[in-house]
């Protein structure tokens, strides 16, 4: 997705076009997903299809974590070769070519840790060992029953839910260890460089006013705050707010949000900036916590009315690298699922 379009989205002001949004349906992502879910289900055997569906109600739907775990669902290494194209066909019909490629290289970096730990942990550090799992039939119609899917591994928890032709995209999280590869071929690389970049960017940016405010501890946090089993609205929206910025500082914002919402594919993240924007983008607000040169622990966020942003980066040696985005209104598509309780459409 191109950026001068996520700063379209962002742009919006909230007594505008931006006010559609929260009665727009994408539904021709909606549409993508459902079709490509399908044929994933289509492509597995029995065995493995009973593994993979599961019923909406299910409470994995709402278990996600980001560490190396037993999982439900159907892992990569399960699949045969055929089943593997048709589960990253599905993984591509909700994400970007970059949010794509930033997956496969986080599950690529397994094979790294591996290298790094001298085979320590035998059988822990495996990039296949990430799985899929379907809850409920996918569906795209205006009157489908919901469903959801999600894709989960170590530094991979991504969650996608189905509701009247509206997609929720939330909880979604992607790590990194190492942050940056610190020798052989792939030396130097670093998966989620421009978050990082940019959160010292907009720091730097700062005033010594601004900078004030921004800076709320001298120490980062060992992970982010929004964790699974935390309720979000613990994260409070601290900080510097995006009304006391310059038009080059909300700028650095606008690109920060891109660089999130970008991992999506094009229709879900301008729909997701359009939200933000309706929500007021001087509302949103910017905090940094704990060091500020390269190898110091260090985290900030970005938050605001309706969603946070974290980005942390303290462990092993400050070369670890947590983010997530969480949304106070839709993880796991609670409004919208309300909202389709509230219609008569079911419990």
Known sequence: MKLSALAVAVAVTATGPAAVAETAVDSASAARMAVAAARFLD???????TRAALPFEDQGRLDWHYVPRERIGVSFKAMDDAQRAAARELMRSALSMTGASKVE????????????????RPGLRDPLA???????????????????????????????????QQTAVTPAFL?????????????????????????????????AEQRRAAIIADVAPADILAIPGRSIDEVDASGLAVA?????????VERLLGTYAGNLQQELAEHELQR????????LRFAWMGGEQPGEGHYYRLSGPTFVIEYDNTQSGANHVHTVWRD????????????????????
Not at 151 to 160: D, K, M, S, T, Y
Not at 276 to 281: E, L, P, T
């Open 43 to 49: 492509a597995l055997t029995p065995e493995l299809r």
């Open 105 to 120: 290289q986080i599950m690529a970096l397994e094979t790294v840790l591996n290298e790094i730990e001298k085979g320590a």
């Open 130 to 164: 990430y799985s899929i799992v379907i809850f409920g039939k996918p569906g795209a119609a205006a009157d489908s029953a919901p469903w959801a899917w999600k894709i989960e591994g170590h530094h991979v928890a991504l969650n996608f839910t189905g509701v009247n």
């Open 175 to 207: 790590g990194s260890s190492p942050g940056k590869i610190p020798h052989g071929e792939r030396a130097g690389m670093r998966v989620l460089a421009i978050e990082e970049d940019l959160g010292r960017e907009l720091l730097a940016s700062l005033d």
């Open 244 to 252: 006391s910025m310059t038009d080059d500082q909300r700028a650095i």
């Open 276 to 283: 933000i924007a309706a929500a007021g983008i001087g509302n």
């Open 328 to 347: 106070r209104q839709r993880d796991f598509g609670r409004d919208l699922l309300k909202e389709h309780v509230e219609h008569g459409h079911g419990h």
